[in-house]
Nanobody
Framework: QVQLVESEGGLVQPGGSLRLSCAAS????????MGWYRQAPGQQRELVAT???????NYVDSVKGRFTISRDNAKKTIYLQMNSLKPEDTAVYYC?????????WGRGTQVTVSS
């Protein structure tokens, strides 16, 4: 089994920054892809960023140049550094681990960007 625990999100002013972390436990393999997804009210969950075991990254166009995903395999933790936050970044952010047979999800953490 795999457990994913996201750090607390929060309320940030537009233009501000926030870093999320996701600590994994259980049968985690460093080669597997991990990532961040988000879901805004009334919207479908969307991919934000992914990172492979080798460090290759992928971002949704709307966050390119503002968000950075990283991982520390020794700590079984991934991070999402979010800069220049916009109100449209407001959502519940979920950590994801792509297992061999299924995806695993954290419970999610609320990020609100508002003045």
């Amino acid at each position: 089994q795999v457990q994913l625990v996201e750090s607390e999100g929060g309320l940030v002013q537009p233009g501000g920054s926030l870093r999320l972390s996701c600590a994994a436990s259980g049968s985690i393999f460093s080669v597997n892809v991990m990532g961040w997804y988000r879901q805004a009210p009334g919207q479908q969950r969307e991919l934000v960023a992914t990172i492979s075991g080798g460090g290759s990254t992928n971002y949704v166009d709307s966050v390119k140049g503002r968000f950075t995903i990283s991982r520390d395999n020794a700590k079984k933790t991934i991070y999402l550094q979010m800069n220049s936050l916009k109100p449209e970044d407001t959502a519940v952010y979920y950590c994801n681990y792509r297992g061999r047979l299924r995806d695993y999800w954290g419970r999610g953490t609320q990020v609100t960007v508002s003045s």
